[in-house]
Nanobody, 123 residues
Framework: VRLQAFGGGLVQAGGSLRLSCTASVRTFSTYTLSWFRQAPGKEREFAAG????????RYADSVKGRFTISRDNARNTVYLQMNSLKPEDTAVYYC?????????????????WGQGTLVTVSS
């Protein structure tokens, strides 16, 4: 499974960006998909996830109400809409996939990772 993330860039505080991640797999709908991020000098952290079944999603407290994860199984793509961006959202954002995954937060549960896309939010 190959994941490719797109959509990062430079944005001012308060602005918006939408990240996309496409997967080269025929069974896309069977994967729990999540976005993690890693800020400079910090450990990687969970940001948002979409369960493979049932439409369940989950968000880190730091992004809740500002970020929205969605998936389009027909296009093998997961999105992260990021609104009201803050400088502390600056990070490399990674998409990750876990087949039939039931957990979100622990990155060790994920089998596949994208290459990351850099989001920089200026103050």
């Amino acid at each position: 499974v190959r994941l490719q993330a797109f959509g990062g860039g430079l944005v001012q505080a308060g602005g918006s960006l939408r990240l996309s991640c496409t997967a080269s797999v025929r069974t896309f709908s069977t994967y729990t998909l999540s976005w993690f991020r890693q800020a400079p000098g910090k450990e990687r952290e969970f940001a948002a996830g979409a369960l493979w079944s049932g439409g369940t999603s989950r968000y880190a407290d730091s992004v809740k109400g500002r970020f929205t994860i969605s998936r389009d199984n027909a296009r093998n793509t997961v999105y992260l809409q990021m609104n009201s961006l803050k400088p502390e959202d600056t990070a490399v954002y990674y998409c990750a996939a876990d087949r039939y995954g039931l957990e979100f937060i622990d990155g060790r549960d994920y089998d596949y990772w994208g290459q990351g896309t850099l989001v920089t939010v200026s103050s």
